[in-house]
């Protein structure tokens, strides 16, 4: 009888086990909406030990990055308050390519980065931080000037497309998806997503990587380069939050037109326009000056064209990209255009050094230098960080709409809810601006959060700020609120969670 009880409970808390996989392993696009993201190059970040000695001689090689060197600086993640992160993709690359892009064998994990276990233990660390992990997808094509029989398992001429051209080289390509779709970028060999063994081996690697490894959500690379019908079937197994990037060129009204239909196979994408226009409207210099008239009626645009923006990834760098600040050399600039992309319509992706101004251009691979040994939490946008990911989360700004109150040439502020955002193109002339529109009630007051001492209020149904470059959030001074914002606690959530996990369990057995 003993036995059997044993048993018994050994079989209830397997079934426990696969029921909370089942229910709670996935997260939906509307949990996805408050997280924000610090993408990471895994060989860039952190070694295992860090005095370990560094591995390269130049930045186009393998440097010494480790899933353990990750783990092991969680909390300087966390600090700035970021709640998920984006790894370089983990798969067996050929012996060069330190970015991971290359990949020679889907099934093995990359051995510079550490193994199967130090994979896993980073997520599960990461979770425990309440931390969530994206996986980079490349299920586009496989690593160049190889021999197509050594990768594992797409061995065979079939599995790929006969290229006619490269889809960097043609401009006749930019808006042809049937070209785009079959063209080998620089060369590297283009899986043929038709052949129906490809199609369903790369939809069983997802579901079992996602499954092993336990992640949070998938990001897709090459997006124009793969058929969308394919993207569907790919999102559906994933059965996680999905994000696309579409990389166009430009902020122009055709690249903008070309993205709209992604909509429709993945949860979200980057917002690739977006991503020109900041750079482009919040530097200011001898030679150029940014414009936030012209911001406002590129965001007026778009708004027309992205039906669930709140899903989108926005950022201001990649791993593709020069820095902001090669391109913008100001840190002022660095620093409204940090506070727009958080608090604009979207999911907010931060790419690794940006918080240390690191400033590399995109030749020699400079955009994709070493963090090691630069981890300082003292740094200005280290500290504007923390507070920005705080107030976004504590004020819940991504359950409110966007709603743009004021512009001029310099100046753009808007609102999420009760928090008010004052940001500009860096020009540090003091301004004086009025708000008559402001959503707010006479008497309210509201307080900087990037200076606690600057607080404005509601007096006539009018708001007066002074603004001087810098940007500044206002927030509403409630009882829950006064003083600081303080972001619900990692053991809260996992609780929540976790009851809500059980509550479905139990209903399965009653």
Request: aromatic fraction near 16%; proline fraction near 2%; hydrophobic fraction near 30%.
């Given at each position: 009888m003993k036995l059997l009880y044993l048993f018994s409970l050994s079989i209830f808390f397997k079934i426990l086990f696969f029921s909370n996989y089942v229910f709670c392993a996935s997260h939906s696009k509307e949990e996805w909406k408050s997280r924000s993201i610090y993408q990471i190059l895994t060989d860039r970040f952190a070694l295992t030990n860090d005095n370990d000695k560094i591995q390269c001689s130049a930045l186009n090689v393998y440097c010494g990055g480790t899933f353990?060197?990750?783990?092991?600086?969680?909390?300087?993640?966390?600090g700035m308050g970021f709640d998920a992160i984006w790894i370089s993709p983990p798969l067996k690359n050929r012996q060069d390519s330190f970015h991971g892009y290359h990949i020679i064998d889907i099934n093995s994990i990359n051995e510079h980065f550490g193994t199967a276990q130090d994979l896993k233990d980073l997520i599960k660390a990461?979770?425990?931080?309440?931390i969530w992990v994206i996986l980079d997808a490349v299920p586009n094509h496989m690593a160049w000037g190889l021999d197509i029989s050594?990768?594992?398992?797409?061995?065979?001429?079939?599995?790929?497309?006969?290229?006619?051209?490269?889809?960097?080289?043609?401009?006749?390509l930019k808006y042809n998806s049937t070209l785009n779709e079959n063209c080998s970028i620089y060369g590297l060999p283009d899986l043929k997503q038709e052949n129906e063994y490809v199609n369903k081996t790369l939809i069983e690697w997802l579901k079992n990587t996602i499954k092993t490894?336990?992640?949070?959500?998938?990001?897709?690379?090459d997006v124009p380069n793969v058929p969308k019908w394919f993207w569907g079937n790919f999102t559906v197994a994933a059965n996680t939050y999905t994000l696309g990037i579409v990389g166009v060129d430009?902020?122009?009204?055709?690249?903008?037109?070309?993205?709209?239909?992604?909509?429709?196979?993945?949860?979200?994408?980057?917002?690739?326009?977006?991503?020109?226009?900041?750079?482009?409207?919040?530097?200011?210099?001898?030679?150029?000056?940014?414009?936030?008239?012209?911001?406002?009626?590129?965001?007026?645009n778009l708004q027309t064209h992205f039906l669930e923006p709140q899903y989108m990834g926005i950022w201001l760098g990649n791993h593709d990209k020069e820095r902001f600040l090669n391109q913008c050399p100001q840190n002022i600039s660095l620093r409204n255009a940090i506070t727009f992309t958080f608090f604009f319509e979207g999911i907010p992706i931060f790419y690794y050094g940006d918080e240390q101004y690191f400033d590399g251009p995109n030749e020699n691979e400079g955009h994709r230098e070493m963090l090691f040994g630069k981890y300082d939490t003292n740094s200005e946008i280290y500290k504007l960080l923390k507070i920005i990911n705080d107030v976004r989360k504590s004020e819940k700004i991504y359950d409110y709409d966007f709603v743009r109150r004021y512009h001029d040439n310099n100046h753009?502020?808007?609102?999420?809810?009760?928090?008010?955002?004052?940001?500009?193109?860096?020009?540090?002339t003091p301004s004086n601006i009025v708000l008559y529109r402001h959503g707010f009630k006479e008497g309210d007051k509201l307080c900087n959060a990037l200076?606690?001492?600057d607080c404005v209020k509601v007096v006539n149904n009018e708001i007066q700020i002074l603004l001087q470059g810098e940007p500044k959030i206002y927030v509403k001074q409630t009882s829950a609120n006064n003083g600081r914002s303080i972001t619900q606690s990692s053991k809260g959530y996992f609780l929540k969670e976790y009851s809500l996990c059980l509550f479905l369990i139990l209903l399965i057995f009653m």
């Open positions: 353990q060197g990750i783990k092991k600086h969680l909390d300087y993640i966390k990461c979770h425990e931080k309440d050594t990768f594992i398992p797409f061995n065979k001429d079939e599995y790929y497309h006969t290229y006619f051209t490269e889809c960097n080289k043609k401009d006749e490894y336990d992640f949070d959500g998938v990001r897709y690379a430009s902020a122009d009204e055709d690249d903008v037109n070309f993205m709209v239909d992604y909509q429709n196979y993945m949860d979200g994408i980057g917002n690739y326009p977006l991503f020109h226009k900041i750079r482009e409207n919040f530097c200011s210099s001898k030679s150029k000056k940014g414009s936030m008239i012209e911001l406002n009626k590129f965001i007026q753009y502020v808007f609102t999420r809810g009760n928090v008010l955002i004052c940001v500009g193109n860096g020009v540090d200076a606690l001492d």
